[in-house]
């Protein structure tokens, strides 16, 4: 890591249902409507505005992952040139595709809560036709702590984080050093108390800004290894599919299991399982 570095490099990952403003599917899931062009332009401008913050501190270089459904959702055009980006899919490395250990540091932005967290926006993990809920060593866990331990195996930490206040409480528990952004308050599973998003894109341009100029301060987040990870299926045949694949082993009707030696190969199975349960 060159968190020391006088032009360090940070790795974007930016997904869209923690994003301002933006409620439902119907925004976020790619389509020709009126209502996902608009989601675009929020997305675009909120990573505008952590792209702007980094390099105003200082940053030499910034990845920018785009790391929701299809990962073709960033108005290319309309981005900062400054930044380079890492756009579609099928990606071994998914919503971290881009991050090495060259990265100072990482940012999680339009971040959202897991599945069957109490008042989350789209809450889901990863993928909702297929994951039910996912653990960690026991834990069930969102997108935010899976995705900062494969930093973490990296040495990368997690600097800033955005997303629903759901995201931002859980950030503060297991991220306690990032600093986070709120882009609304979830009410519901389809309904948020939302901020502007204007004064969102400020918001995010500070801290992005203040970040950088903090490199140094965060700390790598190392889960307890080897890292059992548990997955709970939507479908026995998604659980059918997934056990196909060499190293996970079915431990219930809908549930698989994954002992991985280390963050990276934890996430590279999760990946396998993501596209493989999908097809199933
Ligand atoms: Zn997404």
């Known amino acids: 890591m060159n968190a020391g570095s006088k032009s360090p490099t940070i790795f974007v990952s930016i997904d869209m249902e923690g994003c301002a403003t933006l ?3 119907d925004e976020v899931r790619p389509s020709s409507s009126a209502e996902y062009r608009r989601a675009q332009t929020v997305m675009t401008s909120e990573c505008n505005a952590v792209i702007d913050g980094a390099f105003a501190a200082g940053a030499g270089r910034v990845i920018v992952n785009d790391s929701h459904s299809a990962m073709r959702n960033l108005l290319l055009e309309d981005l900062d040139a400054r930044a380079d980006v ?3 899919r099928i990606k071994r490395d998914y919503m971290l595709q881009g991050l090495t250990h060259e990265c100072a540091a990482s ?7 897991a599945i069957g967290d109490g008042a989350a ?12 809920e996912c653990r960690l060593n026991d834990v069930p866990v969102s997108e ?3 995705n900062a331990a494969f930093a973490g195996h990296f040495g990368v930490p997690v600097a800033l984080v955005s997303g629903d206040a759901t995201t931002v409480s859980e950030s503060k528990r297991v991220l306690p050093w990032a ?3 709120q882009t609304k308050e979830s009410l519901s599973y389809y309904a948020a108390d939302c901020r502007s998003p204007h004064d969102v894109c400020d918001e995010l341009r500070r801290k992005s800004k203040d970040a950088v100029e903090a490199l140094g301060a965060f700390a790598p987040l190392h889960l307890e290894c080897p890292i059992d990870m548990e997955i709970d299926t939507m479908r026995t045949s998604h659980a059918d599919m997934i056990c196909l694949v060499p190293g996970f082993e079915r431990r219930g ?3 698989v299991g994954f002992s991985a030696p280390d963050a990276l190969a934890m996430y590279r ?7 493989v349960g999908a097809a199933a």
């Not at 940012?107 to 809560?113: K, L």
């Open 179 to 181: 600093f986070a952004v």
């Open 253 to 255: 009707p809908r549930t």
């Open 121 to 132: 926006v789209m809450g889901h993990t990863y993928s909702p036709r297929v994951i039910y």
């Open 86 to 88: 890492i756009g579609g």
């Open 269 to 275: 199975a999760l990946t396998a399982l993501i596209y």
């Open 107 to 113: 940012f999680f932005i339009g971040y959202h809560g």
């Open 23 to 25: 409620v439902h599917w």
């Open 144 to 146: 935010l702590p899976i």
